[in-house]
RNA sequence: GCGGGAGUAGCUCAGUGGUAGAGCAUCAGCUUCCCAAGCUGAGGGCCGCGGGUUCGAUCCCCGUCUCCCGCUCCA
């Protein structure tokens, strides 16, 4: 059984789950409009984890309720808390292109040996060269050793001086570009007139609405440490290459708890909150067995995080691997040491049964919103040979955007007005469809493709006795159930 | 941004220098007591967009946009 990136594309649209923004001006890099039916996929996945997270939150490790509220940020903040957040100055690389071997480099990541005599080219390497290779190269092109080089990194090194340099992958100098500026913020103006002095960005994450409001949530809301505060919203990053259909897009939904606790309590609340995650995909159909955690190696930790752990999950195009569904990230207190520093305004928090104020740590599981709708469809998708429709989405009955179809089984004689009552009794509750035209066979197939777990069927019976069938979506069988008892039915299920 | 591939019906694709087809989907009718997306029919495309060559371009050329794959990037 394979799952292709293509097909699910191709169903998104088809059935109206997914569709390219802009779709009738020729779409637009990077951006995705969520159809009817993707639109109660996401929603459904959005208000799972904000009533896992915020309404109806976990018994702690030691038994007792977690406290956790949430807050809804405006995307565009003060440009200032961008700077705080390290996103202006770290996020800008400059990149220098290669005209020769048409590779990119991030500018501070190659490094240049320079002869100390002054006499010929630079060379050019990748920062994680090895020795061995770097000294095989320098002999072969320079004809010295490697002692004989002073070494500096490309972003230090004047612009004036490229022209004498060998880029990484080619022979000759004079093959790099100047270094140019990659902003992954989308930046825009407040106000009529734009200006520098104006400028202001779209949020690239959600998380720091949060750290900017703590001291606003301490003080309104009676909270205390350990808990934390949740936030669901719109992120913006301009991507250089948005990719593989809507997992990086330019404009994306994230959902973030920061969760505040003392730092000697961090590796518990750390395991807890892998665990609470991972239950969570469980319940929304992604198992654990479609997950891969990563420890990420500390060279490779951002730059705030003594330890994060990406949740990755099986996605197709990834294949044989895996790719990131969350993190989950203890960013010690980095967050609010610069918002504290960079605003001026003391963010610490006061212990009353200890008499010491401190700034709490942070573990915060993020994940993307976008990026579980893409895995939950991925899962879904069920390619079955045996059945008309060829495909079915296996969505739980909880997530799946119709919870079922009410059919008659011939759209003549009396059928019809019973399944138009069970249809008006069960919308009062939820999102469910009347389907009275075409065979009974067409019509369970476009259900399947559709990812509609349940299909309850008036028949002849029905007359005498009032039952229904109950048609399961994954194997097909029926059952017979009291039209009274469907609504029950059905609530049960999605549990 | 670079290299390669591709844009034809809602989807997947054929096709030809003389203004277009198939399957599926959609809709209507028929059939059907349960997978018979079976039967009949209908609607739907200025062949991505803009130029150029030509008597004539969906086809050839140029530009542009978008998508896919590989680099680069992914805090």
Known sequence: MTKDMKDIVALCKRRGFIFPASDIYGGLNGFWDYGPLGTELKNNLRDRW????????????????????????????????????????????????????????????????????????????????????????????????LADFDTAKLDQIDTAKFANIIGPDVKTPGTLTEPRQFNMMFHTFVGATSGDENKAYLRPETCAGIFLNFKNVLDSSRTR????????????????????????????????????????????????????????????????SALHFLDV?????????????????????????????????????????????????????????????????????????????????????????????????????AMA?????????TAKEDHVPLAQKLYLELREDFAVDLDIKQNIGKRYARQDEIGTPYCFTVDNDTLADHTVTVRDRNTMAQERIHMDKVADYLKEKMK
């Open 297 to 397: 190696p500390k060279d490779e930790l951002a730059h705030y995080s003594a330890r994060t752990i990406d949740v990755e999950y099986a996605f197709p195009f990834a294949a044989p691997g895996y790719d990131e569904l969350e993190g989950i990230a203890h960013r010690g207190n980095f967050d609010l040491t610069q918002h504290q520093q960079f605003s001026g305004q003391k963010l610490d928090y006061f212990d009353q049964a200890t008499n010491s104020r401190f700034l709490p740590h942070v573990i915060e599981p993020s994940t993307g919103l976008t990026r579980g709708v893409l895995a939950l469809l991925c899962q879904a998708y069920t390619p079955d040979e045996s059945r008309p429709s060829g495909v079915y989405m296996n969505f739980t009955p």
């Open 401 to 409: 955007p119709k919870k079922a179809a009410i059919l008659p089984l």
């Open 50 to 145: 904000w009533k896992d997270m915020v309404l109806c939150p976990p018994l702690g490790p030691d038994g007792a309720p977690v406290e956790i509220v949430g807050v809804d940020s405006s995307i565009i903040q003060n440009p200032k808390c961008w700077e705080a957040s390290g996103h202006v100055g770290g996020f800008n690389d400059p990149m220098v292109d290669c005209k020769e071997s048409k590779k990119r480099y991030r500018a501070d990541h190659v490094v240049v040996y320079w002869p100390k005599d002054g006499q010929g080219s630079g060379v050019a390497f990748d920062k994680d060269a090895e020795d061995a290779e770097i000294e095989k190269r320098l002999k072969k092109l320079t004809n010295k050793a």
């Open 225 to 288: 440490v350990p808990f934390g505060i949740a936030q669901i919203g719109k992120a913006f990053r301009n991507e250089v290459t948005p990719r593989n259909f809507i997992f990086r897009s330019r404009e994306f939904e994230q959902m973030e708890l920061e969760w505040f606790c003392e730092e000697s309590e961090v590796p518990m609340w750390f395991d807890f909150w892998v665990d609470q995650r991972t239950r969570f995909w469980d319940a929304v159909g992604i198992p654990k």
